[in-house]
């Protein structure tokens, strides 16, 4: 890689900031200043130090963060009219591609995963992996045993169309609060399947992606990069540990 792109990534530059830098003399690379910004490096193995510290993480090729997302933000990685949930990361990311990977209502709330990495999201979201999706519900109604008997079944919406069997049960003592698992993607999905029965949704919260669970210290709005460990746990569950 070049040295200029390596230090756009791990710095957040312009490309054109990266040179001068490097040109300026304030970058070493493996104990030997570089001043050629067009240099290749092993960004893997590279030991890169800009006015004399380590820069800290180092390069990595794909971003996988989890966003806690608030009311009124948009699942979308651009919008001319509404924040999105990559404005949200924007400035700390600000030369990384990333995209929600999966959907959110503007209205719902709760863990949206951003990443760069296509291969990782089409994983984790393609209908044969059966990533499933776990949210907290509030509805204008109570839970009732034909909804839960319903959702186990595969419930067949307005136009026809038959969803795979998913679950539904009490989240506490208030009857009109239910978590639900999903195990496919489709459009307003929870929305459309309490439509059947006659049950209006007020509130629709995330609480996690396959095994991995919301981080309960993320405010809304607030973010940080998944573990490790978390992206095996998410890659494992679409089959691809």
Known sequence: MRLDRYLSQCLGLTRSESRRLAAAGRVAVDGAVCKKADCQI?????QVWVDGKPL???????LYLMLNKPAGVVSAARDRRDVTVVDLVRDACPRRELFPAGRLDKT???????????????DILAPGRHVSKQYLVTLDTPLTGAMTAGFAA????????TL???EVGPAGADPCVVRVVL??????????????????VNGLHREAIGPVALDPALAPGQWRELTGEEV????AAAGKG
């Open 42 to 46: 092993n960004e893997t193995s590279a």
């Open 56 to 62: 800290e993480g180092g390069y990595r090729k794909y």
């Open 108 to 122: 719902s709330t709760g863990f949206v995963l951003l990443t760069d990495d296509g291969a990782f999201a089409h």
């Open 154 to 161: 595969g419930v067949t919406l307005a136009d026809g169309q």
């Open 164 to 166: 795979a069997p998913a």
């Open 183 to 200: 195990h496919q993607g489709v459009y307003h999905q929870i929305k459309r399947m309490f439509g059947v029965f006659g049950a209006g």
């Open 232 to 235: 095996s746990a998410l890659r």
